[in-house]
């Protein structure tokens, strides 16, 4: 019960606040389960329902403003209704929807990606992040003609059954750090379903090795968040990526990067360039959209050109390569995340991050703030996160007041930080005022939870 969790000074003034969203959630849960579209967007007592977002701001249905440091979890990173999306968005419109064979912008398209992440031959579009880690799983067991697939504890890599597990498992169930338990998350997916699916500890490298060799032959690939950014955000150890990279080169286990998140968010390129990577497979989504649904999965050619008509793994989709995405998409890719917009939401990550931290330091409370590029988050832990073990150790009482606070002040960050899973985003639309704004408000909810 949230009551359990909010002092009642705040959630009476988040419900005084916001009648509106109120009776709109009441009616909605009428007829839409739990009154959401998707199952990240419920939390108690009700949420709150926009009516609008230009730029860095959006307004909820009783008429408040906030700045917007969820930004839809990353797919807006070029802000609410850019103009230059609007404009190819509306363009396209003119000239119809859809058409259901191939057109030329998605080369274009596909060309902007290639020459972020040019690591990579060829990519196929989907529709959702979801999709493309689907795929991305079939396509390596296609190619390795291997079943089992390896995830990392406390990633998330979307709603298909195969990597519904492990996400946050209680850790009453979740056995030790080093043997996860294979934990499902959720009902309704068939044990059968994920006897192929294998769970090892972010950040221990000495953990996977021995999880290669027990099932040496096997494995088909390993997928991770190379920044896990479904559990807060969790910074890589010097050198674990590379010596991933190595290791699964040694035991010859496909490396794919799900870069839903991190992938034009980080750096032009994402981790792959960030950290200077080259994986087998990139999964992208999110920002690569422009605020437009959309998922890609790129590779070198011997790998891509498993999928049919080249090979024999389906891949298809009445809504892939949508002209109304692609052009959001391309607009986005093309002209707004330039990089200048990449040093731009870069700096202000940096000053956001820091003012965060000077506020903790100042205030005298127990919390770590890690944060890349635009990105960061809070854990009100004393323990130093390098894991999905360690991101647990957060104080759940302090994280929902902190975020029912803040909201409360105009700022919207990922609801309770999504169970300390989230992070906030700086979007190319935010300016050096909004972040001295979002700082202001984060020192005084932190002064209201201490
Ligand atoms: N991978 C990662 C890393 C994600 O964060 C998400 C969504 N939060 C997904 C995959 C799934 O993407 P979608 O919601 O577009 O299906």
Known sequence: MIEELVQEKILDTYTARTTKSKDLWEEARK???????????????????????????????????????????????AG?????????????LEKGSMYGVPHEKTTEYVRELLRRFPSMDMFRLTNSGTEGTMHALRLARAHTGKDKIVKIEGCYHGVHDYLLVSIYPPLSKAGPRWAPTVYIQGEGIPHGTVRNTLVAPYNDIE????????????????????????????????????????????????????????GIRIAAGGACEYYGINPDIVVLGKAIGGGFPVGAL???????????????TPHAGTYNANPIVVSAGLACLKHVMTGHAQRHINDL????????????????????????????????????????????????????????????????????????????????????QDVEEAVHVIDSALREIK
């Open 80 to 92: 609410h209704a850019h103009p230059r999306i609007v404009e190819a968005v509306s363009g396209q």
């Open 349 to 432: 990550g940096e000053r956001l991050a820091n003012g965060v931290k000077d506020a903790v330091e100042d205030i005298g409370i127990e919390a770590q703030v890690p944060h890349i590029g635009p990105s960061g988050t809070v854990y009100f832990t004393d323990v130093e996160v390098t894991d999905y073990r360690t991101a647990s150790t957060y104080d759940r009482k302090k994280t929902w007041e902190f975020w029912f606070s803040l909201l409360n002040h105009g700022v919207l960050t990922p609801p309770g930080l999504l169970e300390g899973g989230e992070q906030w985003l700086v979007s190319a639309a935010h300016t050096k």
């Open 207 to 262: 953990t996977m090795e021995n999880l290669f060799k027990k099932h040496e032959g096997e494995i088909a690939a390993l997928i991770l968040e190379p920044v896990p950014m479904n559990m807060g955000l969790v910074l890589p150890k010097e050198e674990y990526l590379k010596d991933l990279r190595k290791l699964t080169e040694e035991h010859n286990i496909l490396l794919i990067f799900d870069e839903v998140k991190t």
């Open 31 to 77: 007829v839409i389960p739990g009154g959401v579209g998707s199952g990240f967007r419920y939390y108690e007592p009700y949420p709150l329902f926009l009516e609008r977002g230009i730029g860095s701001k959006v307004w909820d249905a009783d008429g408040n403003e906030y700045l917007d440091y969820c930004l839809c979890f990353g797919a807006l990173i």
């Open 298 to 312: 790129g590779g070198k050619e011997e790998i891509l050109s498993n999928i049919y008509p080249l090979g024999h």
